[in-house]
T-cell receptor, first 111, second 115 residues
Framework: QQQVKQSPQSLIVQKGGIPIINCAYE??????FPWYQQFPGKGPALLIA?????SEKKEGRFTISFNKSAKQFSLHIMDSQPGDSATYFC??????????FGTGTRLLVSP | DAGVIQSPRHEVTEMGQEVTLRCKPI?????LFWYRQTMMRGLELLIY????????DSGMPEDRFSAKMPNASFSTLKIQPSEPRDSAVYFC?????????????FGPGTRLTVT
């Protein structure tokens, strides 16, 4: 119940494409769903986060879509750039307690 | 703000030796988290503290691992004795409940290699 399942494990898109990363959770008590971006040799950094009372949130080229009934959420990157090449982690949390992280998606945006 | 500070950045040690990893959270943050990242297991939460008190240590692999937070500005993760399977990148993160934000700010990590 504490797991967050993330797919795909890796993704290659061309510049300008729209990579989509999906996550699914079981625990309906989760009320916070962030996405973290990690570059090689760096720690993860918060990219965007959503709460279950909204179905979509956009920040720049990054969009989270949230489906509460299906217990799924996804990250879309519009007009992807080579600089977006990184590993992306979804996560889920309840209150101020610990986050449960997905297994990560390695994204490569080719020029 | 300097962000979360971790030391050392790299540590190479021999099996059986004691290893101590250090973390200075962002000033004013009341939560501190220790994570371990490997290719096989991804990002695992080891332990977290709230106001210097350990809240959940269920992710600590075994008794060889221990963590302390003697004050709001310092925490250590100790491995004694170390084993090759402990080789990983260890991250410290901190967050603040002020303003209702839940963002965790990660440090740069300590890459541990046990030979």
């Amino acid at each position: 119940q504490q797991q967050v399942k993330q797919s795909p494990q890796s993704l290659i898109v061309q510049k300008g494409g729209i990579p989509i990363i999906n996550c699914a959770y079981e625990n309906t008590a989760f009320d916070y769903f962030p996405w973290y971006q990690q570059f090689p040799g760096k720690g993860p950094a918060l990219l965007i986060a959503i709460r279950p009372d909204v179905s979509e949130k956009k920040e720049g080229r990054f969009t989270i879509s949230f489906n509460k009934s299906a217990k799924q959420f996804s990250l879309h990157i519009m007009d992807s750039q080579p600089g977006d090449s990184a590993t992306y982690f979804c996560a889920a949390g309840r209150g101020f307690q610990k986050l449960v992280f997905g297994t990560g998606t390695r994204l490569l945006v080719s020029p | 703000d300097a962000g979360v500070i971790q030391s050392p950045r790299h540590e190479v040690t021999e099996m059986g030796q004691e290893v101590t990893l250090r973390c200075k959270p962002i000033s004013g943050h009341d939560y501190l988290f220790w994570y371990r990242q490997t290719m096989m297991r991804g990002l695992e939460l080891l332990i977290y503290f709230n106001n210097n008190v350990p809240i959940d240590d269920s992710g600590m692999p075994e008794d060889r691992f221990s963590a302390k937070m003697p004050n709001a500005s310092f925490s250590t993760l100790k491995i004694q004795p170390s084993e090759p399977r402990d080789s990983a990148v260890y991250f410290c993160a901190s967050s603040s409940t002020r303003g209702g934000r839940r963002e965790q700010y990660f440090g740069p990590g300590t890459r541990l290699t046990v030979t």
